[in-house]
């Protein structure tokens, strides 16, 4: 599966009109082997039409009988902001309740989140809220990208430090509920 990616999986959606397609594989935390594939869109209708087309599509059949990969879920969320340059080797992903969002700070919140990673050699930073997906719905997912695990981690030792960080999460209610690390195809 990891070999259709580059040559089937983006293109094919990108054709489909996504503006934006990502292929990550979960190899600590959450489900390792797992594939994600994320894709941005300007409709719901849109996307929900293309993905039907792109899964019911031959070269996807065959590739996806060809290989253990099997479709198993689908979650809808909005991008809440981002920073920097959101590709890279990893993606860190930190799933999060929030008790009191505060959609006037989230732009604030991604900002001191990727001073704080940038400064560690992190790349990127994007916040999306779910929308619909099962028990996450309501939640939110803080991606990291960097091409450095140990930057990461390195990042969030700070992160009890940072006054800014920490007062984020006082006012907002910020609980971490769950990380996982994937590598980028």
């Known amino acids: 599966f990891r070999d259709n990616v580059a040559s089937m999986v983006r293109p094919k959606l990108t054709a489909a009109g996504a503006a934006y397609v990502a ?14 594939i994320g894709s941005r869109w300007d409709s719901l209708d849109k996307a929900f039409s293309a993905l039907s087309d792109f899964y019911s599509d031959a070269d996807v059949v065959a590739a996806l009988k060809a290989s253990p990969v099997e479709p198993v879920g689908r979650v809808v969320t909005s991008v809440e902001g981002e920073q920097g340059d959101c590709n ?14 505060d ?3 989230m732009g ?5 989140m990727f001073a704080l990673v940038g400064s560690h050699g992190c790349r990127g930073v994007r916040l999306l809220r779910i929308l619909a997906g099962g028990e996450q719905t309501g939640g939110y997912g803080t991606f990291v990208y960097t091409d450095s695990v140990d930057s990461f981690f390195e990042a969030m030792k700070a992160t009890y430090s940072d006054k800014a960080m920490m007062s ?12 996982s690390i994937s590598i980028a195809h």
């Open 23 to 36: 292929c990550l594989e979960t190899i600590a935390g959450g489900n390792p082997g797992e594939f994600t």
């Open 88 to 101: 890279g080797t990893y993606a860190v992903m930190v799933a999060g309740m929030f008790s009191s969002p």
């Open 103 to 105: 959609p006037a700070r």
């Open 108 to 112: 604030d919140f991604v900002g001191d």
């Open 168 to 179: 984020h999460f006082a006012d907002m209610g910020i609980r971490i509920v769950g990380r």
